[in-house]
């Protein structure tokens, strides 16, 4: 869009986070043309803001469920990751599986973003981690190259980073991992990434591995049969979810704690399991020996995507609130 009109026009405030703004980015510009003002008032975590059409929009993506109070006064329509599921607040709109992707290239706007973004009435240069968060999006894959390939039906492929934090997740994580090692259906290829180079991994010593590039990892994670989905820091929505799903994975899930657009349903989107061992092996088994079984989640787990998930779908359905 080269000459914009004003219903066209989109007011980012800047600055924000270029690696959790990216996806909503993508999305807005496939609604407008987008135009860098000063930040009213800081932003939470993983947030960006906007005005469109005369209203106001909040994208809340934090791990943490917390709601932002000012925020949420000065929006017209507040979407929010990682919403309990018994939270209802007004304006509040739940947003599903997300993930990190690559918005801004080698000149592209990453740079017109740094060098002329109103980053406040001082003229903030930015900082380092501005600079560290174009940085990060770079290395990641664009929304395009999220596209679902045929997988090998007997293999599993999981490598997850170890946190330290949260050792319920690294216990399921490692549990599911293992069932898949000893499976006679399928091959295992996978492990735990340590969080740090002083990490121990405590327990988890035989699955200690090395960590992938995003183009391999997301090239293994293409050819696996199946991938695991938990919760991941602070509880919240594992930002992979939103990769298995552009992907169109068989995905073998924990039940999502969180509301959603609209629900991944067992034995349709996804394949929800207890965390026990019986139920993870059963899984497996079942997506590996049923083909059309796995063929069924995976194309529905597209549709989820494309119909709700997707950076177009879902500033669409932020748009359509208001």
């Known amino acids: 869009m080269n000459r914009a009109t004003d219903s066209a026009r989109i007011r980012l405030f800047a600055p924000f986070d270029p690696r959790y703004a990216g996806y909503w980015i993508e999305g807005l510009r496939h609604v407008g043309t987008i135009e860098l003002h000063p930040l009213p008032a800081r932003l939470p975590p993983s947030t960006i803001a906007f005005e469109f059409g005369g209203k106001k929009f909040v994208i809340d993506a934090w791990d943490k469920d917390i709601v932002n109070e000012h925020w949420l006064q000065w929006s017209d329509v507040y979407g929010k990751v990682n919403l309990p599921l018994d939270t209802k607040i007004d304006k509040v709109v739940p947003i599903g599986p997300w993930t990190i992707i690559k918005a801004w290239g080698i000149g592209s706007m990453a740079w017109t973003f740094m060098q002329r973004a109103s980053w406040g009435e001082s003229k903030r240069r930015p900082h380092c981690a501005d600079a560290r968060g174009f940085l990060v999006q770079y290395k990641r894959l664009p929304s395009n190259k999220l596209a679902p390939a045929p997988a090998s039906p007997t293999y599993i492929f999981a490598l997850h980073r170890h946190w330290p934090s949260v050792p319920e997740v690294n216990e399921l994580r490692a549990r599911f991992m293992r069932v898949a090692r000893c499976s006679a259906k399928v091959t295992f290829e996978g ?132």
């Open 191 to 322: 492990g735990f990434c340590p969080c740090d180079r002083s990490d121990p991994m405590t327990g988890y010593s035989d699955l200690r591995r090395s960590r992938l590039s995003q183009r391999k990892w997301m090239q293994l994670t293409t050819r696996s049969a199946a991938v695991l989905n938990t919760t991941g820091v602070y509880g919240s929505l594992d930002v992979k979810l939103g990769e298995y799903l552009a992907l169109g994975k068989a995905i073998i899930s924990t039940p999502v704690p969180f509301q959603l657009p609209t629900s991944l349903e067992h034995g349709t989107h996804i394949h929800v399991i207890d965390g026990s061992e019986e139920s993870m092996k059963e899984a497996i088994e079942r997506i590996a020996c049923e083909p059309a079984y796995r063929l069924h989640l995976e194309a529905n787990a597209r549709a989820y995507f494309d119909k709700f998930s997707s950076p177009r779908a879902i500033i669409q359905c932020l748009v359509s609130q208001a």
